[in-house]
């Protein structure tokens, strides 16, 4: 390769590395060249150097970085958000870093990993930053990752918009990790709404949570489903559990169906844990509803008088339930529901809950029909 430089001579030192870009017709390539030794780039002349032939690769389509740890690739545009999907891959990790604030305008937004084996991991670094007018509407876990394998922190979605017509959905993903691909969510804000026409898992944030953390993160939405497992945060857990902290959640939750809450609908996974949260979102749903979760049980049997359940070790700890409203408006109280309170409508005997508390003068819907039944009236914590 050869170059001519500037009047100006320019000393190389030792360990430097130079980006030389080698540009043809049709594209571009280009490498990082590290110099042994200190070399003189002579002025007005023609300086020459030798790079060997391994390693070139295409340059990059963001403002800066190399998709490393170390070197993020730094977005600071809608169209450079269009190229995350292509540079993903199976089996490999890759760091993505917002440069600026994102408005998304116009994108119907196809997911980053949506299709199995969900191999694809992800680093995603707001750094502070806004991404706005998100909108997605795709056939498959509609939502910003598909699922999520790796981490999404220090970002907010304002203005988001999920309508989906299958089960499983959210913000920021169907899923939130899945068998042996871990997620991680910190720092991270939703704002928006979250419509489902059909199928099951919906929340703010996931639809199912699986192999997830989540910390310091909220959702401020309105969800709309006609289906089952319904949360602020998540609509359900799965698999070895989840562990959310530090998180609140505000906006309405309605489901046509039931099982829903202000943070998450299904909370069964052994050892899944819901620790210094609150909610300020009103819920409606048939039954099965609280302020914090929906339901925490597993291995319940059917038949109303003859509840079993296995040792999930659930733990909702330190939690506050200030929702307005929690209420079964679409079953007539004339008819029979079940498992409703204030903080969790279910739960199991073998879980923890400690130190929660409700917001005095919430407006808590009572089964009239199952008190007059003889069955026990909800529980107000």
């Given at each position: ?177 899945t068998g042996g691909k871990p997620c991680e969510v910190d720092r991270v804000h ?111 049997k059917s038949n109303k008088n003859n509840c079993t359940n296995q040792d999930p ?69």
């Open positions: 390769a050869w170059m001519t430089t500037s009047w100006n001579e320019a000393v190389v030192p030792a360990d430097a590395a130079l980006t030389v870009s080698v540009k043809t017709d049709k594209n571009s390539i280009e490498k990082e060249v590290v110099f042994t030794r200190e070399a003189a780039l002579m002025s007005g002349k023609v300086n020459t150097f030798t790079p060997d032939g391994k390693g070139w690769v295409y340059p990059s389509h963001y403002a800066s970085g190399k998709g490393t740890e170390a070197k993020p690739w730094v977005i600071v545009s809608p169209e450079q958000m269009s190229f995350i999907k292509d540079d993903l891959a199976a089996g490999e990790k890759r760091w993505f870093k917002l440069g600026a604030d994102i408005d998304m305008t116009g994108i119907d937004w196809e997911p980053l990993n949506a299709a199995s084996p969900y191999d694809k991991e992800i680093d995603f670094d707001g750094d502070g930053h806004t991404i706005s007018n998100f909108t997605c509407s795709a056939a498959s876990y509609p939502s910003f990752f598909g699922v999520l394998f790796g981490k999404c922190h220090d970002v907010t979605f304002l203005n988001a918009a999920i309508n989906a017509s299958s089960k499983g959905c959210g913000i920021l993903g169907g899923y939130g990790g939703v704002q928006g709404s979250v419509i489902s026409s059909a199928g099951n898992n919906v929340g703010g944030m996931f639809g199912t949570a699986r192999e997830c953390t989540i910390t310091r993160s909220s959702a401020d939405v309105v969800i709309d489903s006609k289906g089952q497992l319904v949360g602020g945060l998540f609509g359900a857990d799965a698999g070895t559990g989840v562990m959310v902290s530090d998180c609140w959640t505000s906006g309405t939750i309605i489901t046509t169906s039931s099982i829903a809450g202000g943070i998450c609908g299904d909370l069964v996974a052994t050892g899944s844990s819901i620790i210094n949260c609150y909610s300020t979102a009103t819920v409606t749903t048939q039954f099965i509803y609280g302020g914090i979760v929906g339901r925490a049980v597993a291995g319940q070790q659930n733990h909702i700890e330190y939690c506050v339930a200030w929702n307005d409203k929690l209420s079964s408006d679409f079953v007539p109280d004339t008819s029979e529901h079940y498992g409703s309170a204030t903080v969790v409508g279910q739960t199991a005997f073998k879980n923890y809950l400690k130190g929660c508390v409700r917001k005095a003068d919430m407006d808590f819907s009572v089964c009239e029909a199952n008190t007059a039944d003889g069955g026990a009236a909800p529980v107000v914590q």
